[in-house]
């Protein structure tokens, strides 16, 4: 792990549930919200993990939040998390959380591996409870499109992506700059990362190496940890967070780490809708069971508007520590900051360079500047990024609520490309997320696109 980054700018999803039964004949819905509403009573889903326990105390801190659910296939996490929040109702499986508890809680924390995201968030909207949804969102290409569809059906609900690290000033003040054209019409989009990639070995990755079948962990329930995938043998450096390197259960450290990199890109720039091309190689080919390593990925968006030089714009993802050359993009001699994971917007009028959470470069005619020192750019005020979504919930009109399902929906996608292009390494393919195809390459749409659930485990398609 790059040292430079914290634990903390590692943490991602894990401990899943059961995903196990589709929707009742008769979806209960949330309660009514309003500003006067006294409390949001809340479902944590997947309590522990790396990220569970951070979104859980966090939502629970909000003065007018309670968690009164727990739900997670760890046993051993359950009764952790039980010490924060006494007297609640617990369940490993979450159909049962729904079934005989849904009258109790209105909205619904889902915390958990990349894998079970879609069913969980799609069954809670089914049920209309309110929702936030650690990232990367999903984890399949079609996943996308059935959010979308989830989300259109249910205009009322709150949703929001965990992508805390926009509420930084930094991320922020990025996204007014580039908004406000103070650098000129965008050249160049790019993304770094300046870890060791998806098979970097340590705590949070696997090395590549499948190892022979072993007896799951006794306190995590294998089965319902599957979710919708067929069921096979569990295996070293899968349980319980390396999952993420896994072709089945994660997307690399690409797509973990994709929604916090993206996302400036995304709100500065609504003409980002969907890529309408991918070329994806890497130092390290995929295969049947892990991701690629090191990949450097190109997106092409069509673009419209005078954002940008040309008609369409290039988004490039380095991975593990590969970087553009600095001189080609209008950077001088240095570093780059965040330990190499940046947001990059190349521009005519100079180079903005930002780190997750900040500092914020912007280098012109080879000299770097405080970027929020910008003349022109408001004084940003603390937010806090799950009181928000619980504001939303109870009807209260916040300016702090950013990152809804429709940006994370766009946040998450050229991640998923980048990690699943790679299966063919170097080859050009032509995306269309409205049909949900490859439209020069079947074998890419057969394969890369969407898989088969276990019957039961399927996301709720409304």
């Known amino acids: 792990m790059n040292r430079n980054i914290t634990r903390r700018d590692f943490i991602q999803t894990s401990s899943a549930i ?22 949001l009573r809340v479902l944590s889903i997947g309590v522990i993990g790396t990220i569970g326990k951070a979104d859980r105390l966090a939502v629970s801190r909000h003065k007018k939040a309670d968690i009164v659910g727990l739900c997670d296939v760890d046993k051993n996490a359950l009764e952790n998390a039980a010490r924060n929040h006494p007297n609640v109702f617990q369940c490993s499986d979450y159909r049962e959380a729904f079934d005989k508890h849904a009258s109790k809680f209105d909205a619904v924390i889902v915390s958990t591996p990349d894998h079970s995201h879609a069913p969980i968030v799609t069954r809670a909207l089914a049920e209309k409870k309110h929702v936030y949804g650690q990232k990367p969102l999903v984890h399949q290409l ?9 989300i259109k059906a249910r205009p009322d609900l709150v949703t929001q992506t965990g992508a805390q690290r926009i509420a930084s000033y930094a991320r922020r ?24 990639g998806a098979l970097a070995g340590g705590r949070y990755f696997a090395d590549g190496k499948l190892g022979d079948p072993i007896d799951p962990p006794k306190h995590i329930n294998y089965d319902l940890w599957m979710c919708g995938n067929e069921m096979e043998p569990c295996r070293p450096n899968m349980l319980p967070i390396k ?35 991918v070329t994806s190689k890497a130092k390290k080919d995929p295969t049947e069971h892990f991701h690629a390593q ?16 040309g008609s369409t714009v290039n988004l490039d993802i380095y991975d593990a520590g590969q970087y553009p050359d600095r001189k080609s993009i209008g950077l001088g001699d240095g570093g780059w900051p965040g330990g190499g994971t940046c947001t990059i917007a190349v521009c005519e009028g100079g180079t903005l360079v930002l780190a997750p959470a900040g500092p914020l470069e912007v280098w012109r005619d080879g000299k770097k500047e405080d970027g929020l020192k910008m003349s022109g750019l408001p004084k940003y005020e603390r937010m806090d990024h799950w009181h928000a979504w619980v504001d939303k919930c109870l009807g209260v009109d916040t300016p702090h609520h950013w990152c809804p399902f429709e940006q994370g929906i766009r946040c998450t996608e050229p991640g998923l490309l980048a990690v699943k292009a790679a299966k063919y390494p170097g080859q ?11 439209t020069n390459h079947k074998e890419a749409t057969r394969t890369i696109v969407k898989r088969e659930y276990r019957k039961g485990f399927e996301p709720v398609r409304l």
Do not use: C
Request: proline letters at 3%; a positive charge.
């Open 243 to 277: 999952w993420r390197s896994w072709w089945k259960y994660g997307g690399g450290m690409i797509a973990d780490w994709i929604v916090h990199l993206s996302d400036v890109f995304m709100y500065a720039y609504p003409e980002l809708t969907s890529p309408v091309s």
């Open 18 to 39: 059961a995903l196990s039964g589709a929707v009742g004949a008769s979806a209960r819905p949330a309660r009514a919200q309003s500003a006067n509403d006294t409390r």
């Open 428 to 438: 050009t393919l032509h995306w269309n997320r409205k049909s949900l195809t490859f």
């Open 294 to 309: 090191a990949v450097h990925a190109t997106m092409t968006y069509k673009v419209s508007g005078d954002s940008f030089v």
């Open 173 to 196: 003040g990025a996204v007014d700059i580039l908004k406000m054209k103070k650098l000129g019409k965008v050249k160049q989009l790019i993304i770094t990362n300046g870890g060791r």
């Open 142 to 150: 079609e996943e996308l499109n059935i959010i979308e569809d989830a």
